[in-house]
């Protein structure tokens, strides 16, 4: 009876599945389609005519030992000297971080659809965001070099600029997603649009922006890395200073500091994000989990927990004033004061000339003579224009032998479609240590490995990006309605079938975002990997700097800012079409 049954419920599903009403087609979605199979081919394209090949890459691993070989032990430096180049690049990181953060609430606010006082103000808000992100923070470095000198106030200001684009984005993107009803009621009642932002959007979108913020730095701590090239302060640039001078045990042993350093950060950083998100259960990692055992029983609990009774202290305005010293409250406020107390020893640390940044606009003329007007000097336009399209050869490339990886890790990393705990707890974790390498350094590695050329890039770019690709896929797989997947359970479907018909149809809108964002990063990336040998343009921006060419430098930045604006163009084409 019971073998039966089971191939009656499976021919059932299937017919559900068969006669599921279909979305008419329009011409404008097919013509999206469309581009897309074309970039991915392009892709395929680019991979073939890198002369890629995975078999070529594991050979060549007898490269790497005999390498090992002649560089023999690591060596690091002093340990007091080394806790000080900790300190000094994490908290270098972390105000830049910060910075941009700040200077991103008021771009997000009119940027945002919903709260922008008009199309034009839209406009010129999203522009600087992609001007901001298109512009490499190696490039910024150079200019704030000229400017301050060397020491840790470029490499803020280059990081708190660069990551303005990317965190006001991600900051936008929020406050469109918010519930209109609290801040509509409270313009309704007479309330100021500064009312109406802190007490109707900001309590929303806040758990959303400190994921962002946290997330961001974990990603501006692997790229301090690339800006130790020109004269940043910090771990970076001991690095440089000891491959340049062929000291390969030093600088591995620091690119090894480096690698433990990013773990570390994003460990912190999910612990943080956990305890702060609250019922937010998707966004939570293993780690979370980990360090915070009680949410185990909190994300089981749904609806229960968001029910439950409120506390005897919330019953009245004059009882929440006397609201109690409970245990979750010290530890909040000891939180709070801990945060304070990072953020402030970070600024001691870095050790800032406050008086630079008024002396600094007297600079600003002269600095940007010598950037403007941009000119290829003697390099010839066709030159510039093939390593530009070489370039974008390996981002392509790049993030099209990140998809099926990365489809497959975050799957298996989601916790509605992992098969159990543990195989999800095992996805997390490779994640996270594929995305504490820097690309740079993995990049050198590789270039040791491969030799000089695309294929060092490729590959670099592709093992990164399946440790960022594969954990926005498991957010958004975990963020999707699960009521078709419980439907599906219910009339007998199998894990595979609901993975299927369900949760992929409702996290392809979000997996063709987030590839769009991982072509956008690998094109930035690529061209900071040409520096080291990696292939495309970052060669000759990184010889025009040091050159003092700086309007080549200028005119490469266009180049990269032409090409960002279109991928940026067709993201937004792509998520209105395809949402």
């Known amino acids: 009876m019971t073998a039966v049954a089971a191939p009656r419920r499976e021919g059932y599903v299937g017919g559900l599945l068969a006669r599921a009403p279909k979305r008419p087609v329009s011409p404008e979605r097919i013509a999206a389609a469309l581009t897309l199979i074309v970039l991915v081919g392009l892709g395929i394209a680019s991979l073939v005519q890198s002369g890629f090949s995975l078999a070529g890459v594991l050979s060549s691993w007898g490269n790497a030992q005999r390498f090992m070989t002649r560089v023999g032990a690591l060596t690091f430096p002093a340990p007091l000297d080394l806790l000080w180049l900790i300190a000094l690049t994490v908290g270098l990181v972390l105000v830049g971080t910060l910075v941009a953060a700040a200077l991103s609430v008021p771009i997000a606010y009119l940027a945002a659809s919903n709260t922008t006082p008009g ?3 839209r406009g010129i808000a999203r522009f600087i965001g992609v001007l901001t992100r298109s512009i490499p923070d190696v490039v910024l470095a150079m200019a704030f070099v000229l400017m301050f000198s060397l020491g840790t106030l470029p490499g803020i200001l280059a990081i708190g600029i660069h990551s303005i684009g990317m965190i006001s984005k991600m900051f936008a993107d929020a406050i469109e997603q918010i519930d209109e009803g609290p801040r509509l009621a409270i313009r309704a009642a007479g ?20 994921a962002t913020v ?29 491959f340049k001078a062929l000291n390969y045990g030093r600088g591995l042993g620091i690119a090894l500091v480096i690698f433990v350093l990013c773990v570390v950060m994003e460990i912190v950083s999910s612990a943080v994000r956990g305890a702060m998100l609250g019922e937010t259960a998707q966004t939570r990692s293993w780690i979370d989990r980990i360090l915070h055992p009680r949410l185990r029983a909190e994300a089981g609990s749904g609806a229960a927990t968001a029910t439950a009774a409120k506390p005897a202290w919330a019953a009245s305005p004059a009882t929440a004033v006397r609201r109690p010293w409970t245990r979750e409250r010290r530890r909040n406020a000891i939180a ?11 600024l001691i640390v870095c050790q800032i000339q406050w008086g630079d940044l008024i002396t600094v606009w007297a600079k600003i003329p002269e600095t940007a003579a010598k950037f403007w007007p941009p000119d290829f000097g003697n390099y010839d336009t066709a030159v510039m224009l093939g390593a530009m399209r070489d370039t974008i050869a390996i981002a392509l490339a790049a ?29 997390r974790f490779l994640l996270v240590g594929i995305r ?3 690309e740079l350094i993995l990049a050198i590695v590789l270039i040791v490995v491969t030799g000089l050329g695309p294929t060092a890039g490729i590959v670099a770019l592709a093992i990164g990006g399946i440790g960022l690709l594969g954990k926005l896929v498991a957010d958004s797989f975990e963020e999707v309605d699960r009521g078709p997947e419980r439907a599906l359970r219910a009339v007998g479907a199998t894990r595979m079938q609901a993975y299927a018909a369900a949760t992929v149809p409702q996290g392809t809108r979000a997996l063709i975002g987030h590839s769009f964002y991982m072509l956008d990063t690998n094109i930035r990336a690529a061209t900071i990997l040409g520096i080291v040998g990696g292939g495309g343009v970052g060669y000759y921006l990184l010889n025009a700097g040091q050159g003092s060419r700086y309007e080549v430098v200028t005119a490469i930045v266009l180049m990269i800012l032409a090409t960002v604006l279109v991928v940026e163009g067709l993201a937004m084409w792509m998520r209105r079409v395809f949402r």
Do not use: C
């Open 191 to 210: 309330g100021t649009k500064l009312q109406q932002f802190t007490a109707g959007v900001l309590p929303q979108v806040l758990p959303s922006w400190v």
């Open 214 to 242: 946290l997330h961001r730095n974990d990603i501006n701590l692997r790229g301090s890395v690339v800006l130790g090239y020109v004269g940043v302060a910090g771990l970076g640039l001991e690095m440089s200073y000891a």
């Open 336 to 346: 709070g004061w801990v945060a304070v107390a990072i953020v402030i020893g970070s």
């Open 399 to 427: 993030t099209v032998l990140t998809l099926l990886p990365s489809l497959l890790l975050g799957s298996f990393a989601a916790r509605n479609v992992a098969p159990n705990g543990t195989v999800r707890g095992i996805a």
């Open 119 to 121: 199309p034009v103000w």
């Open 436 to 438: 504490g390498i820097p």
